[in-house]
Protein backbone atom coordinates (compact mmCIF):
# COMPACT_ATOMS: atom_id res chain seq x y z
CA UNK A 1 0.00 0.00 0.00
CA UNK A 2 1.17 3.69 -0.63
CA UNK A 3 2.21 5.40 2.25
CA UNK A 4 0.74 8.74 1.55
CA UNK A 5 2.61 10.59 4.63
CA UNK A 6 3.69 13.93 2.95
CA UNK A 7 7.31 12.62 3.72
CA UNK A 8 7.07 9.98 1.63
CA UNK A 9 6.63 9.33 -2.33
CA UNK A 10 4.58 7.11 -4.96
CA UNK A 11 5.86 7.24 -8.49
CA UNK A 12 3.18 9.38 -11.11
CA UNK A 13 3.73 7.98 -14.29
CA UNK A 14 4.06 11.13 -17.10
CA UNK A 15 1.27 9.67 -19.41
CA UNK A 16 -1.33 9.77 -16.15
CA UNK A 17 -0.80 13.37 -16.12
CA UNK A 18 -4.36 14.59 -17.95
CA UNK A 19 -2.75 17.14 -20.53
CA UNK A 20 -6.26 18.90 -21.33
CA UNK A 21 -9.91 19.06 -20.51
CA UNK A 22 -11.82 15.55 -20.88
CA UNK A 23 -13.89 17.76 -23.78
CA UNK A 24 -10.41 18.14 -25.39
CA UNK A 25 -10.65 14.39 -25.40
CA UNK A 26 -13.97 13.80 -26.43
CA UNK A 27 -16.00 13.26 -23.31
CA UNK A 28 -18.64 15.41 -20.96
CA UNK A 29 -17.50 16.95 -18.07
CA UNK A 30 -19.12 14.26 -16.01
CA UNK A 31 -17.61 11.56 -18.09
CA UNK A 32 -14.59 11.49 -16.42
CA UNK A 33 -14.00 8.37 -14.24
CA UNK A 34 -15.21 8.09 -10.91
CA UNK A 35 -13.53 6.03 -8.18
CA UNK A 36 -15.60 5.14 -4.52
CA UNK A 37 -13.15 4.45 -1.97
CA UNK A 38 -14.95 2.84 1.12
CA UNK A 39 -14.80 -0.05 3.83
CA UNK A 40 -15.65 -1.99 1.26
CA UNK A 41 -13.27 -1.48 -0.91
CA UNK A 42 -13.18 0.32 -4.34
CA UNK A 43 -15.52 0.51 -7.20
CA UNK A 44 -15.06 2.02 -10.56
CA UNK A 45 -17.77 4.10 -12.25
CA UNK A 46 -18.13 7.40 -14.30
CA UNK A 47 -18.55 10.88 -12.45
CA UNK A 48 -22.43 11.33 -13.67
CA UNK A 49 -22.94 8.11 -11.71
CA UNK A 50 -22.20 9.99 -7.93
CA UNK A 51 -25.97 9.87 -7.00
CA UNK A 52 -25.54 5.82 -6.83
CA UNK A 53 -23.34 6.47 -3.81
CA UNK A 54 -24.94 9.32 -2.07
CA UNK A 55 -28.12 8.75 -0.11
CA UNK A 56 -30.99 11.14 0.43
CA UNK A 57 -30.07 13.55 3.50
CA UNK A 58 -26.79 13.83 2.07
CA UNK A 59 -25.40 17.33 1.93
CA UNK A 60 -22.67 17.79 -0.69
CA UNK A 61 -21.19 21.23 -0.01
CA UNK A 62 -19.40 23.46 -2.56
CA UNK A 63 -17.08 26.18 -3.22
CA UNK A 64 -18.66 29.24 -5.45
CA UNK A 65 -14.79 30.87 -5.61
CA UNK A 66 -14.01 31.46 -9.46
CA UNK A 67 -10.69 31.69 -10.72
CA UNK A 68 -8.96 34.47 -12.09
CA UNK A 69 -6.28 34.98 -14.70
CA UNK A 70 -3.11 35.16 -12.71
CA UNK A 71 -0.18 34.05 -14.81
CA UNK A 72 1.72 36.71 -16.34
CA UNK A 73 4.60 37.53 -18.90
CA UNK A 74 7.76 39.37 -16.78
CA UNK A 75 11.03 39.89 -17.92
CA UNK A 76 14.07 40.15 -14.59
CA UNK A 77 16.78 42.57 -14.66
CA UNK A 78 19.27 40.14 -16.03
CA UNK A 79 16.88 39.45 -19.26
CA UNK A 80 15.16 36.18 -18.21
CA UNK A 81 12.01 35.80 -18.81
CA UNK A 82 9.91 34.56 -16.22
CA UNK A 83 6.31 33.93 -15.40
CA UNK A 84 5.03 35.61 -12.13
CA UNK A 85 2.12 33.67 -10.44
CA UNK A 86 -0.17 35.86 -8.30
CA UNK A 87 -1.48 34.14 -5.91
CA UNK A 88 -2.79 35.71 -2.66
CA UNK A 89 -3.46 39.72 -1.68
CA UNK A 90 -2.58 40.63 1.88
CA UNK A 91 -4.37 43.14 3.67
CA UNK A 92 -1.60 45.44 3.60
CA UNK A 93 -1.81 45.44 -0.73
CA UNK A 94 0.47 43.35 -1.15
CA UNK A 95 0.34 40.32 -3.08
CA UNK A 96 2.07 36.79 -2.36
CA UNK A 97 3.95 36.03 -5.75
CA UNK A 98 5.16 33.05 -7.45
CA UNK A 99 8.22 33.76 -9.72
CA UNK A 100 8.14 30.79 -11.89
CA UNK A 101 10.97 29.19 -15.16
CA UNK A 102 9.22 30.40 -18.60
CA UNK A 103 9.38 26.46 -19.37
CA UNK A 104 6.80 26.44 -16.36
CA UNK A 105 8.96 22.92 -15.00
CA UNK A 106 10.08 25.09 -11.68
CA UNK A 107 10.02 27.89 -9.63
CA UNK A 108 13.20 30.41 -9.59
CA UNK A 109 15.15 29.88 -7.08
CA UNK A 110 17.93 32.74 -7.00
CA UNK A 111 15.97 35.87 -6.58
CA UNK A 112 16.72 38.43 -4.19
CA UNK A 113 15.15 41.11 -1.70
CA UNK A 114 14.56 44.71 -3.60
CA UNK A 115 14.84 43.23 -6.81
CA UNK A 116 11.85 44.53 -9.45
CA UNK A 117 10.38 42.05 -11.99
CA UNK A 118 9.45 43.99 -15.27
CA UNK A 119 5.37 42.52 -15.95
CA UNK A 120 4.00 42.30 -19.00
CA UNK A 121 1.65 45.24 -19.82
CA UNK A 122 3.46 48.26 -18.28
CA UNK A 123 3.77 47.13 -14.33
CA UNK A 124 6.23 45.68 -11.98
CA UNK A 125 6.76 43.69 -8.82
CA UNK A 126 9.11 44.94 -6.42
CA UNK A 127 9.91 41.78 -4.13
CA UNK A 128 9.85 42.74 -0.28
CA UNK A 129 10.62 39.42 1.52
CA UNK A 130 10.85 36.13 1.37
CA UNK A 131 7.54 34.56 2.06
CA UNK A 132 6.41 33.04 4.55
CA UNK A 133 10.33 32.60 6.06
CA UNK A 134 11.14 35.59 5.90
CA UNK A 135 14.63 34.81 6.86
CA UNK A 136 14.93 32.78 4.09
CA UNK A 137 17.00 34.73 1.64
CA UNK A 138 18.29 32.36 -0.68
CA UNK A 139 16.00 29.80 -2.75
CA UNK A 140 12.44 30.82 -1.38
CA UNK A 141 9.82 29.86 -3.65
CA UNK A 142 7.10 32.53 -2.69
CA UNK A 143 7.63 36.16 -2.12
CA UNK A 144 5.56 38.84 -0.47
CA UNK A 145 5.89 42.08 -3.30
CA UNK A 146 4.50 45.57 -3.79
CA UNK A 147 2.71 45.61 -7.10
CA UNK A 148 2.99 48.52 -8.90
CA UNK A 149 0.51 49.59 -12.01
CA UNK A 150 -1.59 52.07 -12.95
CA UNK A 151 -4.84 50.48 -11.83
CA UNK A 152 -5.83 47.96 -9.43
CA UNK A 153 -4.28 44.90 -9.66
CA UNK A 154 -7.61 43.31 -10.63
CA UNK A 155 -8.09 45.03 -13.60
CA UNK A 156 -4.67 44.66 -14.23
CA UNK A 157 -5.00 40.95 -13.91
CA UNK A 158 -7.90 40.56 -16.13
CA UNK A 159 -6.47 42.54 -19.47
CA UNK A 160 -2.79 40.98 -19.13
CA UNK A 161 -2.69 37.60 -17.79
CA UNK A 162 -3.73 34.49 -18.22
CA UNK A 163 -5.05 31.35 -16.26
CA UNK A 164 -2.18 29.09 -14.63
CA UNK A 165 -0.34 26.48 -16.03
CA UNK A 166 2.07 23.59 -15.64
CA UNK A 167 4.41 21.75 -17.99
CA UNK A 168 2.29 18.91 -18.32
CA UNK A 169 -0.78 21.22 -20.02
CA UNK A 170 0.73 21.00 -23.50
CA UNK A 171 -1.61 23.28 -25.45
CA UNK A 172 -3.81 26.67 -24.75
CA UNK A 173 -6.82 26.30 -22.60
CA UNK A 174 -9.65 28.50 -22.75
CA UNK A 175 -10.20 30.18 -19.65
CA UNK A 176 -13.50 28.83 -19.45
CA UNK A 177 -12.34 25.68 -18.78
CA UNK A 178 -11.18 26.79 -15.75
CA UNK A 179 -14.21 27.93 -14.06
CA UNK A 180 -16.73 25.49 -12.96
CA UNK A 181 -20.64 25.47 -12.82
CA UNK A 182 -20.35 26.74 -9.13
CA UNK A 183 -18.01 29.66 -9.84
CA UNK A 184 -19.45 32.90 -8.19
CA UNK A 185 -16.57 35.06 -6.66
CA UNK A 186 -13.46 35.98 -8.33
CA UNK A 187 -10.04 35.46 -6.17
CA UNK A 188 -8.72 31.58 -6.63
CA UNK A 189 -5.71 31.71 -8.61
CA UNK A 190 -6.14 28.36 -9.36
CA UNK A 191 -9.27 26.51 -9.96
CA UNK A 192 -10.94 24.54 -7.12
CA UNK A 193 -11.37 21.83 -9.58
CA UNK A 194 -12.85 18.91 -7.64
CA UNK A 195 -16.33 20.62 -8.56
CA UNK A 196 -15.19 20.51 -12.55
CA UNK A 197 -17.10 17.53 -13.60
CA UNK A 198 -20.15 18.41 -11.98
CA UNK A 199 -22.72 19.79 -15.08
CA UNK A 200 -26.24 21.26 -14.18
CA UNK A 201 -28.41 18.10 -15.21
CA UNK A 202 -26.16 16.23 -13.12
CA UNK A 203 -26.94 18.52 -9.67
CA UNK A 204 -30.82 18.78 -10.74
CA UNK A 205 -30.60 15.24 -10.46
CA UNK A 206 -28.80 14.57 -6.97
CA UNK A 207 -31.68 17.13 -5.78
CA UNK A 208 -34.50 15.38 -7.43
CA UNK A 209 -32.69 12.25 -5.56
CA UNK A 210 -32.87 13.77 -1.77
CA UNK A 211 -29.47 15.20 -2.00
CA UNK A 212 -28.68 18.86 -0.72
CA UNK A 213 -26.33 21.72 -1.63
CA UNK A 214 -24.74 24.14 0.26
CA UNK A 215 -21.98 26.60 -0.72
CA UNK A 216 -18.76 27.93 0.95
CA UNK A 217 -16.33 30.44 -0.32
CA UNK A 218 -12.47 29.84 -0.48
CA UNK A 219 -10.27 31.16 -2.87
CA UNK A 220 -7.11 29.23 -3.24
CA UNK A 221 -3.59 30.44 -4.22
CA UNK A 222 -1.06 28.89 -5.89
CA UNK A 223 -0.95 24.91 -5.49
CA UNK A 224 2.37 24.28 -6.61
CA UNK A 225 3.59 23.48 -2.93
CA UNK A 226 6.86 21.26 -2.90
CA UNK A 227 7.52 17.98 -0.68
CA UNK A 228 6.58 18.84 3.04
CA UNK A 229 5.22 22.11 2.10
CA UNK A 230 2.11 22.96 4.46
CA UNK A 231 -1.01 24.86 2.96
CA UNK A 232 -0.96 28.91 2.47
CA UNK A 233 -3.06 30.90 4.35
CA UNK A 234 -6.59 31.65 2.54
CA UNK A 235 -9.47 33.67 2.90
CA UNK A 236 -12.50 31.45 3.19
CA UNK A 237 -16.28 32.43 4.01
CA UNK A 238 -18.89 29.96 5.67
CA UNK A 239 -22.62 31.27 5.32
CA UNK A 240 -24.46 31.05 8.38
CA UNK A 241 -26.96 29.38 5.87
CA UNK A 242 -24.67 26.87 5.38
CA UNK A 243 -23.65 25.99 8.63
CA UNK A 244 -27.35 25.63 9.83
CA UNK A 245 -27.72 23.15 7.20
CA UNK A 246 -24.27 20.96 7.83
CA UNK A 247 -25.43 21.20 11.56
CA UNK A 248 -28.98 19.88 10.88
CA UNK A 249 -28.10 17.10 8.43
CA UNK A 250 -25.51 15.78 10.77
CA UNK A 251 -28.00 15.86 13.74
CA UNK A 252 -31.02 14.01 11.27
CA UNK A 253 -27.53 11.19 10.63
CA UNK A 254 -27.00 12.47 7.14
CA UNK A 255 -23.91 12.80 5.54
CA UNK A 256 -21.63 16.16 4.72
CA UNK A 257 -19.79 15.89 1.12
CA UNK A 258 -17.05 18.08 0.88
CA UNK A 259 -16.15 18.81 -2.89
CA UNK A 260 -12.91 19.20 -2.57
CA UNK A 261 -9.74 20.09 -0.20
CA UNK A 262 -10.87 23.58 -0.12
CA UNK A 263 -14.24 23.15 0.90
CA UNK A 264 -12.90 20.66 3.48
CA UNK A 265 -10.46 23.37 4.73
CA UNK A 266 -13.27 25.97 5.45
CA UNK A 267 -15.81 23.97 6.75
CA UNK A 268 -12.86 22.44 9.45
CA UNK A 269 -11.81 26.19 9.92
CA UNK A 270 -15.51 26.86 11.88
CA UNK A 271 -16.15 23.22 13.82
CA UNK A 272 -16.34 22.53 17.18
CA UNK A 273 -15.02 19.91 19.12
CA UNK A 274 -18.11 18.05 18.74
CA UNK A 275 -18.43 18.59 15.47
CA UNK A 276 -21.16 21.29 14.92
CA UNK A 277 -20.07 24.14 12.73
CA UNK A 278 -20.85 28.28 13.56
CA UNK A 279 -20.72 30.64 10.19
CA UNK A 280 -17.71 32.32 9.68
CA UNK A 281 -14.91 34.05 7.80
CA UNK A 282 -11.06 35.38 7.53
CA UNK A 283 -7.78 34.12 7.46
CA UNK A 284 -7.03 29.89 7.76
CA UNK A 285 -3.77 28.57 8.44
CA UNK A 286 -5.65 25.38 9.35
CA UNK A 287 -3.21 21.96 8.36
CA UNK A 288 -5.52 19.12 8.71
CA UNK A 289 -3.19 15.66 9.17
CA UNK A 290 -2.82 13.02 11.46
CA UNK A 291 -2.74 15.92 14.41
CA UNK A 292 -5.69 17.32 13.53
CA UNK A 293 -8.41 14.80 11.97
CA UNK A 294 -11.95 15.69 10.31
CA UNK A 295 -14.57 16.43 12.53
CA UNK A 296 -17.32 17.58 10.07
CA UNK A 297 -16.68 16.23 6.88
CA UNK A 298 -17.86 12.73 6.34
CA UNK A 299 -17.05 12.08 2.76
CA UNK A 300 -14.56 13.87 0.04
CA UNK A 301 -15.17 14.17 -3.67
CA UNK A 302 -11.45 14.70 -4.94
CA UNK A 303 -9.09 14.96 -7.82
CA UNK A 304 -5.44 12.94 -7.44
CA UNK A 305 -2.74 15.04 -5.86
CA UNK A 306 0.88 14.74 -6.94
CA UNK A 307 3.38 13.03 -4.81
CA UNK A 308 4.50 14.65 -1.57
CA UNK A 309 1.66 17.21 -1.48
CA UNK A 310 0.46 17.75 1.83
CA UNK A 311 -3.12 17.14 0.03
CA UNK A 312 -2.38 14.13 1.10
CA UNK A 313 -2.64 14.45 4.55
CA UNK A 314 -5.95 16.37 4.36
CA UNK A 315 -7.21 13.08 2.44
CA UNK A 316 -6.20 11.07 5.33
CA UNK A 317 -7.17 13.30 7.68
CA UNK A 318 -10.66 12.44 6.59
CA UNK A 319 -10.61 9.27 5.03
CA UNK A 320 -7.97 7.36 6.96
CA UNK A 321 -4.04 6.47 5.47
CA UNK A 322 -5.64 3.08 4.70
CA UNK A 323 -8.24 3.87 2.65
CA UNK A 324 -6.46 7.12 0.95
CA UNK A 325 -3.41 4.48 0.25
CA UNK A 326 -5.61 1.77 -0.75
CA UNK A 327 -7.39 4.11 -3.34
CA UNK A 328 -4.00 5.44 -4.67
CA UNK A 329 -2.43 2.02 -5.29
CA UNK A 330 -5.98 1.45 -7.44
CA UNK A 331 -5.72 4.59 -9.46
CA UNK A 332 -2.57 3.73 -10.39
CA UNK A 333 -2.70 0.01 -11.16
CA UNK A 334 -6.23 1.06 -13.38
CA UNK A 335 -4.24 4.38 -14.83
CA UNK A 336 -6.57 7.22 -13.44
CA UNK A 337 -5.69 10.43 -14.81
CA UNK A 338 -4.01 13.07 -12.43
CA UNK A 339 -4.83 17.06 -12.27
CA UNK A 340 -7.17 19.63 -12.82
CA UNK A 341 -8.25 17.60 -15.74
CA UNK A 342 -8.28 14.33 -14.91
CA UNK A 343 -10.64 11.86 -13.12
CA UNK A 344 -11.91 11.81 -9.25
CA UNK A 345 -12.02 10.04 -6.34
CA UNK A 346 -15.19 9.73 -3.77
CA UNK A 347 -13.81 9.05 -0.75
CA UNK A 348 -16.35 7.02 2.18
CA UNK A 349 -15.10 6.26 5.26
CA UNK A 350 -17.22 4.48 7.85
CA UNK A 351 -19.90 6.42 9.28
CA UNK A 352 -18.94 8.21 12.65
Not at 33 to 56: E, K, N, T, Y
Not at 123 to 139: E, F, I, M, Q
Request: aromatic share 6%.
Amino acid sequence: MIATEVRKRFELPPELSADAPPEERGLARDAVRLMVAGPGGVRHAQFRDIGSFLRAGDLVVVNTSATIPAAVDATRACDEHIAVHFSTPRDDGTWIIELRLADRTGPVRDAVVGETVELAGGASAVLVAPHPDVHRYVGSRLWRAQIICEVSVADFLATHARPITYAYVRQSIPPAAYQTIFSREPGSAEMPSAARPFTHELVTELVTRGIGFATVVLHTGVSSQEAGEPPEAERFWVPSATARRVNETRSAGGRVIAVGTTVTRALESVAHADGRISGGQGWTELFLGPDRPALVVDGLVTGWHAPEASHLLLLEAVGGDRLVGDAYDAALAARYLWHEFGDSCLLLPATR
